[in-house]
């Protein structure tokens, strides 16, 4: 069996196995760490609502989604994050809770996120290395988003505007609805997800990749030890 080729990495939060990260899994469509497709709740509508981010998989973004710079390996990248791992203390926050953001739906910290948001800087900091610098098409795709004057400095360093003081730790479980939609689908949810988190603890990384058919798995997971 031929090793997979992956033609991006990130570094998310994927829960662990158990109760949330399975219904979390189901809501998408797409088991990112058993990188198969699972079947989806009886809610009408959940196959469209659920496309765009389906193919990440229930998650939280870390480091976002970056080619590896030519000079790097998948194997060097993945001693970088479990040194990182065995540096970085765990974080933890309140809760979850279901949040509009726009006109998305995902899942955000409850009280002080402040721990969450360092680990996130972290892996972007510690990582960068590894990132191939953007091409002209992925900046003008990322600026037709109107950046702020900060958010474009943060895409021309870190390649990515959403980053550092611009982070906000998010689970994303629909695309952008009408906004007439968004509270039918808020209930859906939480009659599928109704648990979540009390405290949520982030303790560990997942370093993921792209597959050739645009699916994102998981590749390795990483306990914070620091």
């Known amino acids: 069996m031929k090793p997979v080729v992956y033609s991006r990495f990130a570094i998310f939060y994927v829960p662990p196995e158990g109760p949330f990260a399975t219904l979390g899994h189901a809501w998408l469509g797409w088991d990112s760490a058993a990188g ?16 765009s ?48 953001l726009g006109r998305f739906l ?25 990132r191939a610098p953007l091409t002209a098409d992925e900046l003008a795709k990322r600026r037709r988003a109107r950046l702020s004057a900060r958010q474009e400095e943060l895409l021309e360093r870190w390649g990515y505007p959403y980053v550092m003081e ?25 009659s599928q997800i109704p648990a979540l988190p009390e405290p949520f603890v982030l303790d560990e990384v997942a370093l993921v990749g792209e597959r050739p058919d645009g699916l994102f798995e998981v590749i390795e997971r990483y306990p914070l030890n620091g």
């Open 36 to 51: 198969c497709s699972v079947q989806q709740p009886n809610v009408s509508g959940i196959e469209k609502v659920t496309r």
């Open 53 to 100: 981010p389906r193919k990440y998989g229930f998650h939280g973004t870390l480091k976002p989604p970056f080619r590896l710079a030519n000079a790097q390996t998948m194997g060097e990248l993945k001693i970088a994050v479990s040194k990182l791992a065995q540096a970085c203390a765990p974080a933890q926050c309140d809760g979850l809770t279901i949040t509009a």
């Open 106 to 130: 995902a899942l955000t910290p409850v009280g002080n996120a402040e721990a969450v948001s360092r680990v996130a800087s972290t892996c972007v900091v510690t990582l960068d290395r590894f």
């Open 166 to 190: 611009a982070f906000r730790f998010h689970m994303t479980l629909t695309g952008r609805l009408p906004v007439d939609d968004i509270p039918y689908w808020t209930r859906a949810i939480q």
